[in-house]
């Protein structure tokens, strides 16, 4: 009798251990349980922890509430302005309902990469070359409103997207190249003639002042004198000496009333008559 007992209490004990074993569920912290009874959705959502589930009746999905990243494949595309690239992108989203996440979509996780694929596509058929190289923000926030609006109902919400790379055609690189390097060179010879005007003010500027002050023009020339003795030359060979410069300064005139200085005071009388002129030689 007492093995009968001891026989049926280990039956039962190895029982109670298997069904526990069976129905025992650990729920992860950045996880959540889904239960489905007989196929259909059980009302409350298990959190983390200890559950228990019934076995062969219950089962229990466990959907990762993580923000998940998600590499988008490399996409070939033509942009509006008929530019032919290849654009790769990146997509982080994550799962606030997770009961919509199981029963309304069958796999989120391929549903929103193939969704980020004919998005990214869709939205390089609408910019311009341009905008992808310098407005990639712009397209960014685009993407994501493009794609936030479908995935809402499957318990996702999509927390960024980012545009990886851009491939241009080799033709299209070098075309580009060449057109930074005509604006460089544009932007060069703007500012040397901008140079050139100011230099070319302060060189009128100073031959005023040259002109004003000739000892100016000959301690200009001794400097220019000293600059180039500076030079690694043996002779220095001037043309015309120092003193020619005053002797040309003091023999040129200033004023037209010393031009008439140094006429003869006979010049009237040449006007007088013949005859008058012979008279006076007689008398003599």
Known sequence: ??????????VVGTAAVVY????????????RGVVLRFGKLRGGIRGPGFAMIIPGVDR????????VTMPVPAQDGITRDNVTVRVDAVIYFKVVAPADAIIR??????????????SLRSILGKSDLDDLLSNREKLNQGLELMMDSPAVE???????VEIKDVSLPETMKRSMARQA???????ARVINADAELQASKKLAEAAGVMADQPAALQLRLLQTVVAVAAEKNSTLVLPFPVELLRFLERATPRDPATSTAGLPESVPEA???????????LDA
Request: net charge neutral.
């Open 1 to 10: 009798m007492l093995e009968t007992i001891m026989t049926t209490v280990a």
């Open 20 to 31: 526990v074993a069976a129905a025992a569920r650990v729920v992860k912290q950045y996880e």
């Open 60 to 67: 229990m999905h466990k959907v990762n509430m993580q923000i």
């Open 105 to 118: 979509v069958e796999d989120y996780r391929f549903a929103v990469s193939q969704m980020a694929q004919t």
């Open 154 to 160: 499957w318990g996702v919400t999509i927390d960024r």
């Open 181 to 187: 390097e005509a604006d460089r060179e544009r932007r």
């Open 271 to 281: 006007s007088q008559p013949n005859g008058t002129q012979a008279t006076h030689a």
